[in-house]
């Protein structure tokens, strides 16, 4: 799950009015950079135009008994998110995105999450601020939870537009807007292996080495020149995949995969873990070399299979800081909140998601990381790879049209719902630091599992002190 909070563009810019729930639901895609599937997407309007700001995204939680306390928790959290940005909101809108299991029966998932809609609508209203539409989008079709009138909005739901052949869809083009596909096709391409053979290899390879590296991480003479070998492997990996001409996106990952042995992957995973180590692969950020070190760091974070799942969160943070730092927001959140998933407590990880949402300018960092690389140099310099070969809670800002939306109907929700709930943190949502009623991913790491290693009963406690901490018994969490 990922947070998510956009601007508009320009306040001088071209304005796009849309007019009704059909623009609306053709409009989503846009704002968030790909099709939110199984989502609640809230969008905050400002001034008597409607004009867009603030959004959010949460993962729609399963049990119903969830419903209220999250609604609650989503209302509160966008519209403080917007009070401190851009003034509270005049209104609110809301999509709910699933599809149902058998591609047939969208009603029925329209009626289903009816009351989820409803208890999100109270919820607004309780704080004095109406929801002007609501949205079900399930199986190519849209349904108005505010509108009651059969004749425009009927029982079977209204046919989502034809991609490419309306106004936003050619806004959007003006304006370089890229839409990704799904939010469930951004995540598999950093998610761990699936194939069974495939992962049980990379988890022995990552086994041989834990014994190995872990004990030199530790071992504050031996750790400089762990680090200096991970960083030598890594630039040869990025230097090799630089030099590989990347498969369209389809099947891009898969050859990347190739290219790269399980024992070299294991090897730059664990070395990862140490946190002055991965600061100093955060340097690799621009230009040729950048795109290179963020295709070597999704194919690590597919790596980190069975019980190194938490160890993901060193590459998946790296892909999402490369992401934003080369300009694809949508990517940089969904690789920031998933790293946050396989790790809720990775500071680095918690500290670029919040600055991605909030709008900053990555070059501050970028700055910082250039005069401080500690003498490492780029991945330019890698010669030691012989081998031939030839030659990225989500949306980022608006660059183009500023959005607006006519108010086509008055609202009918302004009612008193109950107070803000105070729940558990969420790792996905938008605009504030909000809660959310989904519990956080179970963690997989080694520090669970290691006792079950034969001649490693304490390595993963060990390797999640050198994640967690730069030095063994310092207190600042990085």
């Known amino acids: 799950m990922n947070k998510h909070h956009e601007s508009t563009g320009p306040a001088d810019s071209q304005q796009i009015t849309l007019r009704g729930p059909a623009e609306l639901a053709d409009a989503l895609p846009y704002l968030m950079g790909f099709h939110p599937d199984d989502s609640v997407v809230m969008v905050a309007l400002h001034g008597g135009r409607g004009r867009f700001g603030g959004r959010l995204r949460l993962g729609i939680p399963r049990a119903p008994g969830e419903w209220g306390p999250v609604a609650d928790q989503l209302a509160e959290s966008l519209i403080s998110g917007s009070e401190r940005r851009e ?9 709910l995105c699933q599809d149902s299991p058998d591609g047939e029966s969208g009603r029925l998932t329209m009626e289903r999450l009816r009351p989820f809609a409803q208890s999100l609508r109270t919820a607004c209203g309780a704080l004095d ?5 609501a949205l079900c989008i399930s199986d190519g079709r849209y349904w108005s939870y ?34 990704r596909g799904t939010l469930r096709d951004m995540e598999a391409r950093l998610a761990p292996w ?39 492997l890594a630039r040869t990996l990025i230097g090799r995949l630089g030099r590989t001409r990347p498969a369209p996106e389809a099947v891009s990952d898969f ?20 946190r002055e180590t991965r600061d100093k692969a955060a340097g690799w950020m621009e230009g040729p070399d950048g795109l290179s070190a963020l295709r070597l760091w999704r194919t690590l974070a597919r790596r980190c299979v069975g019980p190194y799942g938490e160890h993901a969160a060193a590459p998946l943070t790296l892909a999402g800081w490369v992401s934003w730092s080369t300009g694809d927001e949508p990517g940089a959140r969904v690789a920031l909140a998933m790293a946050l998933r396989a790790d809720p407590e990775y500071t680095f990880a918690q500290l670029l998601h919040r600055a991605c949402n909030e709008g900053l300018d990555p070059e501050m960092l970028r700055r ?18 012989t081998e031939e070969g030839g030659p990225s809670a989500e949306a980022g800002a608006i660059r183009g049209p500023a959005l607006h939306v006519r108010r086509v109907r008055p609202s009918a929700n302004r009612e008193r719902g109950r107070g803000s ?17 989904r519990p956080s991913a179970t963690r997989s790491g080694t520090a669970r599992t290691a006792a079950a290693r034969p001649g490693t009963p ?11 901490y730069g030095r063994r018994g310092t207190g600042t969490r990085r």
């Open 146 to 179: 505010c509108c009651p009138d059969g004749r425009c909005c009927p029982d079977q739901g209204n046919p989502l537009a034809m991609p490419g052949t309306t106004v936003m869809a050619a806004a959007a083009a003006y304006a370089g807007i890229q839409v």
């Open 421 to 437: 709930a105070r729940g558990r943190r969420a790792t996905d949502a938008a605009g504030a630091t909000p809660t959310t009623g």
């Open 255 to 274: 050859g990347d995969d190739q290219l790269i042995s399980d024992d070299e992957a294991a090897a730059v995973i664990l070395g990862l873990q140490d």
């Open 368 to 385: 910082c990381l250039r005069g401080d690389d500690g003498g490492d140099g780029g991945p330019e310099e890698a010669t030691t790879d």
């Open 194 to 232: 699936q194939t069974p053979d495939a992962a049980s290899e990379q988890q022995q390879a990552l086994d041989r080495a834990l014994p190995s590296l872990v004990p030199r991480i530790l071992d504050e003479r031996a750790k400089a020149e762990v680090a200096k070998e991970t960083l030598a």
């Open 87 to 95: 003034g509270r909101p005049d209104g609110i809108v809301i999509f």
């Open 458 to 468: 304490t390595a993963g406690r060990r390797m999640r002190d050198v994640r967690r």
């Open 129 to 133: 601020v109406p929801v002007l539409e």
